[in-house]
């Protein structure tokens, strides 16, 4: 089946310890990107990926990065994590080229930070 | 960069009603637009997209969504609003090179309620 994994689903934590979100693809995709979702602030993008090897920071990447060594791997690092950066999380991945551009969405990571 | 504009935050129906959610973008060139569904607790899923052509495109659920150059706008439309449709919606824009699609930036969302 189809499908993008992000781990945990759930992670409570404390400030400064770090942590790893997992993102994983079993479509092929070129394209990979983590957003973080807020109340009233919709989707925005944290860093993303073009293909291995290539990335590039989103709206919002202070605080966080990302590493792109396999296609189908793109994990999101948050190196001494603050009470700000607690919300939910979304991975999702893309084919790249022409004309294709849906999206397929992992189910979320929700992390709070104490 | 291009960037995404959904100018209602919130929106209320009654059942069977219309429904028209607005979208605008900005960007040099005819982007590749798209919209995407919410459920609650649950992640986002493509209802439509939009790249050349026809610029009136229908999608899945008895959506559609027409696409104005001059206004730079890519509404979504649903004739008749079900209950089940009560969700937080977002419009998308990507960068069109050349006909490769590049990154993609979504509006902040509108959550849609519906009225019995």
């Known amino acids: 089946e189809a499908q993008v994994t992000q781990n945990p689903r759930y992670l409570i934590t404390v400030t400064g310890k770090k942590l790893t979100v997992t993102c994983s693809q079993n479509m092929n995709h070129e394209y990979m990107s983590w957003y973080r979702q807020d109340p009233g602030l919709g989707l925005r993008q944290i860093y993303y990926?073009?293909?291995?090897?290539?990335?590039d920071k989103g709206d919002v990447p202070e605080g966080y990065k990302v590493s792109r060594k396999e296609k189908r791997n793109f994990p999101l690092i948050l190196e001494s994590p603050s009470p700000n950066q607690t919300s939910l999380y979304f991975c999702?991945?893309?084919?790249?080229?022409?004309?294709?551009?849906?999206?397929?969405f992992g189910e979320g990571s929700r992390l709070t930070v104490l | 960069a291009q960037s995404v504009t959904q100018p209602d935050i919130h929106i209320t129906v009654s059942e069977g009603a219309s429904l028209e959610l607005r979208c605008n973008y900005s960007y040099g060139a005819t982007p590749y637009l798209f919209w995407y569904v919410q459920s609650p607790g649950q992640g986002l899923q493509l209802l439509l997209k939009y790249f050349s052509g026809d610029t009136l495109v229908q999608g899945i659920k008895g959506f559609e969504a027409e696409f104005k150059r001059s206004q730079s706008s890519f509404n979504l439309r649903k004739p008749s609003v079900h209950w089940s449709d009560a969700a937080e919606y977002f419009c998308a824009v990507a960068e069109n090179y050349g006909g490769s699609q590049g990154n993609l930036i979504f509006g902040k969302g509108t959550k849609l309620s519906v009225k019995p």
């Open positions: 990926s073009m293909n291995v090897e290539v990335t």
């Open positions: 999702a991945s893309a084919l790249a080229g022409k004309n294709t551009g849906e999206l397929f």
